[in-house]
T-cell receptor
Framework: QKEVEQNSGPLSVPEGAIASLNCTYSDRGSQSFFWYRQYSGKSPELIMS????GDKEDGRFTAQLNKASQYVSLLIRDSQPSDSATYLCAVHRSPAGGGNKLTFGTGTQLKVEL | EPEVTQTPSHQVTQMGQEVILRCVPISNHLYFYWYRQILGQKVEFLVS????????KSEIFDDQFSVERPDGSNFTLKIRSTKLEDSAMYFC????????????FGPGTRLLVL
């Protein structure tokens, strides 16, 4: 079982629509959850972080976390062509001995079409 | 806005050669990380570093790899004898102290081993 799973896509949505990106994780001890955006050939750029169950909104982005279902999602409202990128779900569990590694999914490629 | 910087942006080397990748983390951050991303694959954790010692490392981070904070600003990754399979994008990241803290990524060094 993969530690962090995402549908690789591509997910195509028309401009102005809502894009919904999903992620599941296997480690129930995971504590923090992040969505990064990665343009081709570039580094991951933080979009959202979420730590507790429920929704967290920031502008056009809403992150949703359900720890019981081990599920994280990202909604992008009013999608723009500039949102076209690969979205990486990352999960963090701090081990008792220290260290803060992020475990990434393979990413979902989003294409916003004119 | 403070950011993580990395040099060089691109490095081409011959198999068996040593390479050193350099990073300058965000100045008030205390945790430092190296990740790598092989072309078309997910971002993978290599090592985390705190208080001048490795706090966690992955299976990838074998004896060929080492990290160092030679002064108050730089953080380096050394690969002693490069292999073809070391060709990847290497990202440095940093975060503040707390376990939930977001990791900010540098622009990456693209390493090509011939």
């Amino acid at each position: 079982q993969k530690e962090v799973e995402q549908n690789s896509g591509p997910l195509s949505v028309p401009e102005g629509a809502i894009a919904s990106l999903n992620c599941t994780y296997s480690d129930r001890g995971s504590q923090s959850f992040f969505w990064y955006r990665q343009y081709s050939g570039k580094s991951p750029e933080l979009i959202m972080s979420i730590y507790s169950n429920g929704d967290k909104e920031d502008g056009r982005f809403t992150a949703q976390l359900n720890k019981a279902s081990q599920y994280v999602s990202l909604l992008i409202r009013d999608s723009q062509p500039s949102d076209s990128a690969t979205y990486l779900c990352a999960v963090h569990r701090s081990p008792a001995g220290g260290g803060n590694k992020l475990t990434f999914g393979t990413g979902t490629q989003l294409k916003v079409e004119l | 806005e403070p950011e993580v910087t990395q040099t060089p942006s691109h490095q081409v080397t011959q198999m068996g050669q040593e390479v050193i990748l350099r990073c300058v983390p965000i100045s008030n951050h205390l945790y430092f990380y190296w990740y790598r991303q092989i072309l078309g694959q997910k971002v993978e954790f290599l090592v985390s570093f705190y208080n001048n010692e490795i706090s966690e490392k992955s299976e990838i981070f074998d004896d060929q790899f080492s990290v160092e904070r030679p002064d108050g600003s730089n953080f380096t990754l050394k690969i002693r004898s490069t292999k073809l399979e070391d060709s990847a994008m290497y990202f440095c990241a940093s975060s503040e102290v707390s376990n939930q803290e977001t990791q900010y990524f540098g622009p990456g060094t693209r390493l090509l081993v011939l």
